[in-house]
């Protein structure tokens, strides 16, 4: 049994255990507590004005990353806003393309739509990066119902707001879910982003759910990275035949996660190989480029079979021409595509794009709670190295995620409570098994 399925048997002990988990909520919120007690006595927008991020103050090379001590709070400045105190973010392949100005038009205007008649191309800036967030809230809007402070949480930071890479961010209570109760923070802080894209694609592109995914054959390529793994664990917990394509080097993990069929896509014989198999029912695509001309054909025609690629221009062609002429550029790129592909052999062509749910995360939570779903974690980096963090992420060639603990002393607590909540729970259980 593989290691990957042994943690998996660990959160399960300790999820059944309710002994064990009433230990781990009260530890915890103890634990909140000091932080909270060492930090603030009621809001922190009231009573701290400035705090530490890593910022940028133009695009560029990992260079241009700035580590700030006097970034101004963000404070609750809508009713239905909640404030959260960053213990750990991660790293996407979106930050490094965002650090180097991707989709810098199309996300500035997301941010305010009156920049369209702004000559200031540095109104953006300071800008904080990081997409995905674990953490506790400090501060709710007069209207938040979900939340209140103490509450730990994560969430995954839409492109057009201010990131993680900082020691405070605000979102919308329909951003925010309710944290897994058997993840650290740093485990926690590797799925939200990547989860909330992956249900996107999956989902709304390409029609799959917990009800009708039972047998529909998936082939997902690039699958080793941050939303192929998460996608292949949802995939599985929902009874679907997952293929994937990696390199020969994660076939290990990718087959630990549950895929039924790994393909090394280095091989000279891969296309081949996949060729082979039976027609599938959905790809997920997150490579791009050549893979849209052969993974097309390994569709099974007119059956409503739907190829779903997360690699899309939409940001690109903003960037390159303009707002409209992007935008215009890229509706029509989608159209005949759609309209070739439909009627040359009835499949549908779609393309999958990240949407801020915090309702989505809520099911994830319990999926991952019930050990149907483990983080994957590659590296970890203290906050004091984003830069190295950064790095490490554009060598490429991912195994999960790259997480960054931000409030350090307050995740080794954390950690440490939810280490000794599951060697509590072990003991016991193995104490019942002496007794019986």
């Known amino acids: 049994m593989s290691s990957v399925r ?12 309710a002994k064990a988990a009433d230990s781990t909520k009260t530890l915890a ?4 507590s000091v932080c909270f007690r060492r930090n603030f ?23 241009v990353l700035k580590f700030a001590e006097e970034i101004t709070v963000p404070t609750v400045n809508s009713p239905s806003e909640v404030m959260i105190k960053v213990h750990a973010a991660s790293l996407n392949p979106l930050d490094i393309s965002m650090r180097g100005g991707y989709g810098a038009k199309f996300l500035k205007l997301r941010r305010d739509p009156m920049s369209v008649m702004d000559n200031n191309n540095d109104s953006e800036f300071p800008l904080i990066l990081g997409r995905d967030v674990s953490g506790v809230v400090v501060d709710c809007g007069s209207e938040v119902t979900h939340f209140v402070p103490g509450d730990e949480v994560w969430a995954a930071v839409p492109p057009w707001k201010q990131g993680s ?7 919308t209570e329909y951003e925010v879910s309710q944290k897994p109760k058997l993840l650290s923070h740093t485990e926690a802080a590797s799925i939200p982003y990547v989860a909330n894209t992956a249900l996107s694609a999956l989902v709304n592109a390409g029609g799959l759910c917990r009800d009708s995914s039972s047998n529909k054959r998936v082939l997902i390529t690039g699958g080793s990275g941050g939303v192929g793994t998460f996608s292949i ?25 549950g895929a039924d069929e790994v393909v090394d896509y280095t091989a000279e014989d891969a296309h081949e190989q996949l060729g082979m198999m039976e027609k599938f029912d959905v790809i997920l695509d997150s ?10 054909g390994l569709l099974k025609p007119w059956s409503g079979a739907k190829y779903v690629t997360l690699v899309t221009p939409l940001l690109f062609n903003t960037d390159s021409m303009g707002l409209l002429g992007g935008m215009f550029q890229t509706g029509y790129t989608l159209h005949s595509k759609a309209t070739q592909n439909i009627v040359s052999s009835g499949v549908f062509y779609r393309w999958g794009f990240y949407a801020p749910d915090g309702p989505a995360l809520d099911e994830v939570s319990k999926l991952m709670d019930a050990g149907k779903i483990l983080p994957v974690v590659e590296a970890q980096f203290p ?7 950064f790095q490490k992420l554009e ?11 931000v409030a350090e002393e307050d995740e080794r607590q954390a950690e440490e409570l939810v280490q000794d909540s599951r060697t509590e729970s072990e003991q016991e259980v193995q104490e019942t098994a002496k007794q019986n």
């Open 6 to 17: 042994a943690m998996a048997s660990t959160r399960f002990v300790s999820l059944f255990n």
């Open 29 to 32: 919120r103890a634990g909140w």
């Open 41 to 63: 006595i009621t809001s922190p927008s009231r009573l701290q004005s400035c705090m530490s991020a890593w910022v940028i103050d133009q695009y560029g090379t990992n260079g």
């Open 165 to 171: 890479l900082a020691e405070f961010v605000t979102l």
């Open 233 to 257: 664990q949802l995939l599985k917990a929902w009874g679907a035949h997952v293929t994937v394509t990696c390199s020969q080097n994660a076939e290990g993990l990718i087959r630990g996660l």
């Open 287 to 296: 490579v791009g480029g050549e893979t849209e001309h052969w993974a097309m």
């Open 383 to 389: 906050f004091t190295q984003v830069p190295q963090a």
């Open 395 to 405: 060598q490429g060639h991912a195994r999960g995620k790259t997480v960054v603990r």
